[in-house]
């Protein structure tokens, strides 16, 4: 018992050390001044990985029972439909194209 | 009203009452704030101009923010890793180890509230300077949105102070009563925490970095 808790803590000083070092990555990646997409990726990207290391060891979500992935899959889909529906009303001016531009079979 | 399914598993959800709760309510949670990160993505992608954030922004204070907050989540998590393994021992009379156990948890905990305590200040140093530089809500968008979308997690931050002051004080009795039930209010404490350093996370680049 006293050594799978010590085992745990090893564990959360691990995922300690990775957010740091993947605040540095996301701090160093904006030093380098990336074409927007690839900076919005990246940054974006390196976030999505802090936040599931949180959640996956902090939290406490892995191995957790399927009671809880069920609600967190519904709101995961709500909320990428949100931003899906804003990015797609400005979508006509991103990445310099526009949107029907998309459509148009020439 | 005794709440049911404190300290044990309900058998139908595979889960105690407080677990689930709170993942409801953090579902929530991520769609208020992401009602705000849509705004963002809706304001700056339509704006013909926008500011240069780092310029306007101090990235070193955020990134010293970021690192206090991940900090204060790791003592969490070892706050919740000094009692949870204890709870049987102290459910079975064993006073020493509810005390040794009780130490532990008090200081880690005392550490994340620190943690709290240093994000805001250095968050009040950074409002302060905007405002000195008369730089306000209503400058621009972007301003308004980092007001209100820093303001809104700040709130939140002071919530889960507040939430942890009393489990570090007061609260604490619990463990001596009900170790298992106290245990796992510093787990369900501890998400909601760890949910506020994620946002954080997700903050710190959109705001400052992009």
Do not use: C
Not at chain 1, 74 to 103: C, K, N, P, Q, Y
Not at chain 2, 37 to 47: E, I, Q, W
Not at chain 2, 172 to 195: K, L, T
């Amino acid at each position: 018992m006293a050594h799978d808790i010590a085992a745990q803590v090893r564990g959360y000083l691990v995922v300690f050390g990775a957010l740091l070092v993947l605040t540095l990555a996301t701090i160093g990646a904006s030093y380098l001044h990336l074409p927007g997409t690839f900076a919005v990726a990246t940054g974006v990207g390196i976030a999505l990985m802090k936040a599931a290391l949180v959640a996956m060891y902090f939290m406490h979500l892995k191995g957790e029972r399927p009671m809880v992935y069920w609600p967190l899959g519904l709101t995961a889909v709500l909320f990428i439909s949100l931003i899906a529906g804003v990015l797609m009303s400005e979508g006509d001016h991103l990445l310099g194209t526009r949107w029907d531009d998309a459509f148009t079979t020439e | 009203m005794e709440i049911p399914y404190t300290s044990e598993i309900r058998p139908d959800t595979g889960l105690t009452n407080p677990k689930l709760g709170i993942w409801l309510f953090l579902a929530s949670e991520v769609m208020l704030f992401g009602s705000l990160f849509s705004s963002y993505v809706l304001l700056r992608t339509g704006a013909p101009t926008w500011p240069v954030q780092h310029e306007v922004l101090s990235v070193p204070l955020a990134a010293l923010n970021t690192v206090v907050l991940i900090a204060s989540s790791v003592t969490m998590v070892l706050a919740w890793a000094a009692l949870a393994p204890h709870a049987a021992a102290v459910r079975a009379g064993d006073r020493q180890a509810a005390e040794a156990a009780l130490k532990r948890y008090r200081l880690y905990m005392g550490l994340t509230l620190l943690g709290g305590a240093i994000f805001l200040v250095v968050k009040t140093i950074e409002y302060g300077d905007k405002f000195s530089h008369a730089l306000y809500p209503a400058t621009n968008n972007f301003l308004a949105l980092y007001f209100t979308m820093t303001g809104l997690h700040a709130l939140h931050v002071i919530a889960g102070m507040i939430v942890n002051g009393y489990l570090w004080g007061p609260g604490a009795r619990m463990w001596h009563s009900e170790p298992q039930r106290f245990a796992n209010r510093i787990e369900v404490a501890g998400i909601y925490w760890h949910f506020v350093d994620v946002v954080w996370i997700f903050l710190f680049p959109v705001l400052y970095l992009l």
